[in-house]
């Protein structure tokens, strides 16, 4: 059997994030702990900070941004601003370029991502977010919705339950800011392991992540992930992937796929993307990736 490869995971390491990506995996606690706002919050500059709420995806952005709102007024940031984008002719405005320059961190919503990504897609707001992002000027966050955009390709919809096979997901382009990854979210509140699996089996060159609800994957500069929340990641690296039947069978027909490697990560837990290595939380430093296991430059 020969292995399957792919020079794109490779090519596009050179432009991962030198700061945070918040990955959250929906319905992140708002009301008692809020440890993943508070992340956000803090990896923004804290009571310093300057932020974003993007509400786009949803079909009610008033009523959203203005929740996000009060949880961050209340934790005292400096300013708020919402990039009330509702058409795409609005997002073409580079006025909103401006509104965004002295922001410090973005926070995408939940809500529909074909939305999301048919207002924001290719226009000078999302130019902007992703290039600042990547350089390490903001940080940025997305939720549910918010999240399934994060790779160059995105779970748009599907089904659950069922064993792997093409037809279980909708794949469409998401705004390409990680693109070495797909992900999926509400992932086992939802049984949306078979959809995840169905999706790598077309991308074998991607690193899949599931992610649960209250749950976020924290993306560092240093090729590191670490675990937030209350729940776990499911990362599915494909990437040694000896055989799919994904190319020889319809769409409904079941899949198999040879020598994935699986890993369930818990908070606190780190995962080192360039080694393709899980780490305890126990192992890991505070600061990123433990010194033996960083990627040699």
């Known amino acids: 059997m020969q292995q399957l490869t792919s020079p794109a995971l490779e090519q596009n390491i050179s432009q991962r994030t030198k700061t945070s990506i918040m990955v959250i995996g929906g319905a992140e606690d708002k009301v008692h702990g809020r440890e993943i706002l508070n992340t956000f919050f803090h990896r923004s500059g804290g009571t310093e900070g300057r932020l974003a709420i993007v509400p786009s ?120 800011i990680i693109p070495e990854v797909i992900v999926d979210q509400h992932f086992h509140n939802r049984n949306r392991m078979a959809r995840l699996l169905s999706a790598i089996s077309s991308h074998p060159d991607l690193l899949a992540l599931g992610i649960d609800e209250d749950t976020c994957a924290l993306f560092e500069g240093d090729d590191t992930i670490k675990i937030l929340g209350k729940g776990t990641v499911t990362i599915v690296d494909s990437r040694e992937m000896l055989y799919t039947n994904e190319p020889h069978v319809g769409a409904t027909e079941p899949l198999s796929l040879f020598n994935l490697r699986l890993h369930v990560l818990c908070h606190g837990d780190c995962y080192n993307i360039g080694l393709g290595k899980a780490m305890p939380s126990s192992a890991c430093a505070e600061s990123g990736w433990p010194p033996e296991c960083r990627t040699s430059n």
């Not at 996000?68 to 058409?87: C, N, P, Q």
């Not at 549910?144 to 089904?159: F, K, N, R």
Request: aromatic letters at 4%.
């Open 57 to 176: 995806a949803s079909r009610d952005p008033e009523g959203i941004s203005n929740r996000y709102r009060t949880i961050f007024d209340e934790m005292g940031v400096s300013a708020v601003k919402v990039v009330d984008i509702r058409e795409r002719e609005q997002a073409e405005n580079p006025v909103w370029k401006d509104y965004l320059e002295d922001c410090t961190g973005v926070f995408i919503t939940g809500g529909d991502q074909l939305r999301l990504c048919g207002l924001l897609a290719d226009t000078p707001v999302m130019d902007k977010i992703r290039k600042e992002a990547r350089e390490g000027k903001i940080t940025l966050a997305g939720t549910s919705a918010g999240a399934a955009v994060m790779g160059y390709h995105m779970i748009a919809g599907g089904g659950s339950g069922a064993s792997p096979n093409r037809s279980l997901v909708d794949l469409a382009n998401g705004l390409d």
